[in-house]
């Protein structure tokens, strides 16, 4: 069963930033998409960025209110994705998953907390 290690999160001021990674057990493939969700206490999950693992140029999608604030990543060569947040503000504050899309077989992460104050 694939599994994936994240790391990164943790406290920030608001206006800081904090960066995730996330690396799967199994070797991402061009067919595959890798990303976040995030997760705030009442609220339902939501898609913060996603990236393509295709070959060639990426494409990367972003929730709406993280853009230009957050940037998604890919090292092929590291088999990881990486996610750099700035500008933190405390509505930003979730647990963010890790996921990946293997042509429709998504497997997650244990979550990460990030928790910003204000």
């Known amino acids: 069963q694939e599994q994936l290690e994240e790391s990164g999160g943790g406290l920030v001021q608001a206006g800081g930033s904090l960066s995730l990674s996330c690396r799967p057990s199994?070797?991402?493939?061009?067919?595959?998409?890798m990303g976040w969700y995030r997760q705030a206490p009442g609220k339902t999950r939501e898609r913060v960025a996603r990236?393509?693992?295709?070959?060639?140029?990426?494409?990367?999608s972003y929730l709406d209110s993280v853009k230009d604030r957050f940037t998604i990543s890919r090292d092929r060569g590291e088999n990881t994705v990486y996610l750099q947040m700035n500008n933190l503000k405390p509505e930003d504050t979730a647990i963010y998953y890790c996921?990946?899309?293997?042509?429709?077989?998504?497997?997650w992460g244990q979550g990460t907390q990030v928790t910003v104050s204000s």
């Open positions: 990236i393509n693992w295709g070959y060639g140029s990426s494409s990367q």
């Open positions: 996921y990946i899309d293997r042509a429709g077989r998504i497997t």
């Open positions: 199994g070797r991402a493939l061009s067919s595959t998409y």
